[in-house]
């Protein structure tokens, strides 16, 4: 059973960067030909698609997020990571973490973490 965690600080000021991991543990992120992602909601809105990392090690970010995100891996550790820089409260939301497999869908998921961006 592939288990995803989310972690990281719940409270971000603006303009900080914005930083989480996800643990991954009964699956390797190495293994072919898995995307994890990260995912996002905005309080009363729905799912945003971040980016993702690939088995490979392959980056794919979404075009209105790119200039200010970072998705990187630790497979000695069996984790990935988001950093999303000069952060504004808009980006204020429920962060998740996501397996896809291609081309089933998504099929394990983090049970996200909160993250408030305020001064």
């Known amino acids: 059973q592939v288990q995803l965690q989310e972690s990281g600080p719940g409270l971000v000021k603006p303009s900080q960067t914005l930083s989480l991991t996800c643990i991954v543990s009964?699956?390797?992120?190495?293994?072919?030909?898995?995307?994890w992602s990260w995912i996002r909601q905005p309080p009363g809105k729905g799912l945003e698609w971040m980016g993702a990392?690939?088995?490979?090690?392959?980056?794919y970010y979404s075009p209105s997020l790119k200039s200010h995100t970072s998705i990187s891996r630790d497979t000695s550790k069996n984790q990935f990571s988001l950093q999303l820089s000069s952060v504004t409260p808009e980006d204020t939301a429920v962060y998740y973490c996501?397996?896809?497999?291609?081309?089933?869908?998504?099929?394990?998921w983090g049970q996200g973490t909160q993250v408030t961006v305020s001064s």
């Open positions: 990392i690939a088995y490979d090690g392959s980056t």
């Open positions: 996501a397996r896809l497999q291609t081309p089933i869908g998504y099929d394990y």
């Open positions: 009964g699956g390797s992120i190495t293994t072919s030909y898995y995307y």
